[in-house]
């Protein structure tokens, strides 16, 4: 192995200790069927259903205020209600009642209402807790659903659309969400870079967890990891460290944002890159898509032909949800353009730390790992003997001039 090949290799290791465990994905599992069956023995007829890292397989531990934080999992809770008949903030307010009924339930909902959500905070298990974040919603609306076939979404994909609650200004609204169609579009794409020498995989899976598993086969797929993920992962976790240390977490850009760039660029790519081939190939695309900056809209287009995943039009960033035609992920952009001009040094940075650096001195690139990871996760989690590092030299019984 040289010596590139031992850094990926333990880049990779630092951020596979930041997944979620076999054993707290079985638990938060467990856990979120719990609540849609309590809620359904309470009469609230819903379907309960996982969305975002964790039905993606890019869950990584957060981290917030210079810290590993809580694992934050976002399930939507689907009331077999009519839209056209009831109100957001029925939906909202009655979830959060019906869980209060329960004394298990109410002592673990947390007292804050979040704009889209409800928060059940659970213990920790080896120093390390998860949040499970309840979105209500019902089946969205015949005219929503037909305005999205209108612009071209599937049918499949538009009857799949929840019409979740938003609360802005001490006031209910509706607002259109469909996770289920983003996880089927997901998995579309990540499915070839899944199955690219599979078997080799979940063997490498089972013998790092033969505690857990009995044989290979009752590996759960939700836990199998594609070098897509990996790269999306990656890039959430420096993010996370980036915006945190620069002191701007409020601008960070959305996990959305991330994942839906990285799976349109993969989108055709060979399966067979491996985590560090691909990143430098989506790199790459951001640093295209940075000349949106600096360069006119036609002469990108007339340039960049088939780069269209960030776009400006008329002035406008744009990207748009692959699942919601109505939905631009880069609107907030518009109102803040910090954002995007931090966006793109922050793929700058990103770029240095995880792929510059693999030609870096062994010094230097500790110290990068140890800047993003943590110094005790880092010595912790890899063998710094194949480092070759130099301390300072510490000067004893040096001659003291000043005493001739």
């Keep these: 192995m040289n010596k590139q090949e031992l850094r990926q290799k333990d880049i990779l290791?630092?951020?596979?200790?930041?997944?979620?465990?076999?054993?707290?994905?079985?638990?938060?599992?467990?856990?979120?069927?719990?609540?849609?069956?309590?809620?359904?023995?309470?009469?609230?007829?819903?379907?309960?259903?996982?969305?975002?890292?964790?039905?993606?397989?890019?869950?990584?531990?957060?981290?917030?205020?210079?810290?590993?934080?809580?694992?934050?999992?976002?399930?939507?809770?689907?009331?077999?209600?009519?839209?056209?008949?009831?109100?957001?903030?029925?939906v909202k307010n009655i979830?959060?009642?019906?869980?209060?009924?329960?004394?298990?339930?109410?002592?673990?909902?947390?007292?804050?209402?979040?704009?889209?959500?409800?928060?059940?905070?659970?213990?920790?298990?080896?120093?390390?807790?998860?949040?499970?974040?309840?979105?209500?919603?019902?089946?969205?609306?015949?005219?929503i659903v037909q305005s999205m076939i209108s612009s071209n979404l599937s049918q499949e994909y538009a009857e799949l659309a929840v019409a979740i609650t938003d609360k802005r200004n001490d006031s209910y609204f509706w607002l259109a969400s469909n996770s289920r169609a983003y996880k089927n579009w997901f998995e579309t794409i990540n499915r070839p870079f899944l199955d690219y020498d599979r078997q080799n995989k979940r063997k490498v899976f089972f013998e790092k967890n033969r505690t857990i598993y009995n044989s290979i086969e009752d590996i759960p797929e939700e836990l199998e990891r594609s070098s897509l993920q990996r790269v999306i992962q990656i890039l959430k976790h420096h993010r996370d460290v980036y915006y945190c240390r620069i002191k701007k977490e409020n601008l960070k850009p959305t996990s959305a944002i991330i994942t839906t760039i990285c799976a349109e660029i993969a989108c055709g790519i060979s399966p067979a890159l491996n985590v560090f081939e691909l990143l430098q190939i989506i790199v790459n695309d951001f640093e295209i898509y940075s000349l949106n900056q600096t360069m006119t809209e036609e002469e990108f287009s007339r340039q960049y032909r088939t780069k269209n995943t960030i776009r400006k039009r008329n002035g406008k960033w744009r990207i748009m949800n692959p699942v919601n035609p109505n939905d631009n992920l880069a609107d907030s952009w518009n109102y803040n353009l910090e954002k995007a001009e931090l966006f793109f040094k922050w793929v700058k940075v990103m770029k240095k730390d995880y792929l510059d650096s693999l030609c870096f001195e062994d010094n230097d690139f500790v110290a990068l790992l140890e800047n993003n990871f943590g110094s005790?996760?880092?010595?912790?989690?890899?063998?710094?003997?194949?480092?070759?590092?130099?301390?300072?030299?510490?000067?004893?019984?040096?001659?003291?001039?000043?005493?001739?």
């Excluded at 917030?64 to 939507?76: N, P, V």
């Excluded at 213990?123 to 019902?138: K, L, Q, S």
């Excluded at 912790?380 to 001739?404: A, G, H």
Aim: charged share 30%; with cysteine; glycine share 6%.
């Design 13 to 90: 290791k630092l951020i596979e200790g930041l997944d979620i465990s076999p054993t707290m994905h079985k638990n938060a599992t467990e856990k979120y069927k719990a609540v849609g069956t309590y809620l359904q023995e309470q009469g609230l007829i819903c379907d309960i259903f996982p969305q975002g890292s964790f039905s993606l397989g890019t869950v990584v531990r957060p981290f917030k205020e210079s810290k590993e934080a809580d694992y934050d999992l976002d399930f939507i809770c689907c009331l077999s209600k009519d839209k056209d008949k009831i109100t957001p903030g029925y």
């Design 376 to 404: 005790d996760y880092v010595k912790k989690n890899i063998d710094l003997k194949n480092y070759v590092c130099v301390s300072p030299t510490i000067i004893t019984n040096t001659p003291k001039p000043w005493r001739r």
């Design 95 to 143: 979830v959060k009642e019906t869980l209060c009924k329960s004394e298990i339930y109410k002592e673990k909902l947390q007292n804050i209402e979040w704009d889209k959500c409800w928060t059940l905070k659970y213990a920790e298990i080896n120093g390390i807790g998860f949040n499970i974040d309840i979105v209500p919603g019902v089946p969205e609306s015949d005219e």
